[in-house]
Each structure stands twice: as structure tokens, then as C-alpha cells.
């Protein structure tokens, strides 16, 4: 049986057009569509979202499992870009990019430190198999 470590809360009305706030008042938000989905834009969407969680939940993977490896790798910076895409079938999917910087380790430390990150994850666990997500590491694509 799994031990629980930690559990988020949060609550949203109004769906994609409405407001959302953690249990804990950290956060609280106007929630709206994208311009590029016919919303005005005046507020954050679920994308934005979850580009940010998973940046940062994957920054701080990468920056344990160097540690783990004796690597300092705390300084990356990722840029996480969310697309929702058409499926030919209609569907709408979401599809993720990773653009990773590791300055302080070498290209072939940085992708080795990339793919053990995508092992350990949360986000990259969860998305496994779900969505395309894909890694540029230092500019170069894995």
C-alpha cells in the first residue's frame, strides 16, 4: 500500500471560465479560455497550469537525481509549453515540451540526468503513455 506523502486541494467553479482557489488561500485565480480558443484571455487557463507544475516539478527531479549521482544540477531553467491538439478522430489531446537548460554540466550529463529525471518524475509518470511529451535538452531534442 502506497504511503501518501502529500495531498493538494483546491476547488474551482465556473470550469474554464471561473475561478479557482487552493484549500490554503495561496493561490486564487480567475480561470479563462485563450484568446486562441475564442476565450478574452483576462485570467489563467488549465494549460498555463499545468505547464508550470510540471516545469517545476521536473526542475526539481533533475536537481535530486544529479544530487543523487553527485552532480550539482540546481540551476536548470525549463521552459514547459502545453498545446492542446485535434486528433484526427476529434479528440483534443495535450502534448507537452520541455525545453531544459543544464549550464553547469556537460550535454551528455545533462541528457543522461534528462532521461533518469523523466523516470522519477510525478509528471512524467503521470503523462507516460498519455501524452507526448518530448525534451530538449540544452538544444538538442532527445
Known amino acids: 500500500m ?5 495531498t493538494a486541494q483546491a476547488h474551482v467553479a465556473g470550469g474554464r471560465t471561473g475561478r479557482g482557489r487552493t484549500s490554503d488561500g495561496q493561490l486564487d485565480l480567475d480561470l479563462r479560455q ?4 475564442g476565450g478574452d484571455g483576462a485570467g489563467v487557463n488549465p ?3 499545468f505547464a508550470i507544475g510540471y516545469a517545476a516539478c521536473f526542475g526539481a527531479t533533475l536537481a535530486l537525481v544529479g544530487q543523487r549521482g553527485g552532480i550539482k544540477a540546481d540551476d536548470a531553467e525549463i521552459d514547459s509549453s502545453v ?3 485535434a486528433t ?6 495535450l502534448a507537452v515540451e520541455l525545453r531544459i537548460s543544464l549550464p553547469s554540466v556537460t550535454d551528455e550529463q545533462a541528457a543522461e540526468l534528462v ?3 523523466h523516470q522519477v518524475c510525478p509528471y512524467s509518470n503521470a503523462t507516460r503513455g498519455n501524452i507526448d ?4 535538452v540544452n538544444g538538442t531534442r532527445l
Do not use: W
Open 34 to 37: 485563450p484568446k486562441e480558443l
Open 88 to 93: 484526427d478522430s476529434g479528440r483534443i489531446k
Open 83 to 85: 498545446s492542446l491538439t
Open 133 to 136: 511529451v518530448t525534451s530538449v
Open 47 to 49: 494549460e498555463q497550469l
Open 2 to 6: 502506497a504511503t501518501t506523502l502529500y
Open 115 to 117: 532521461t533518469t529525471a
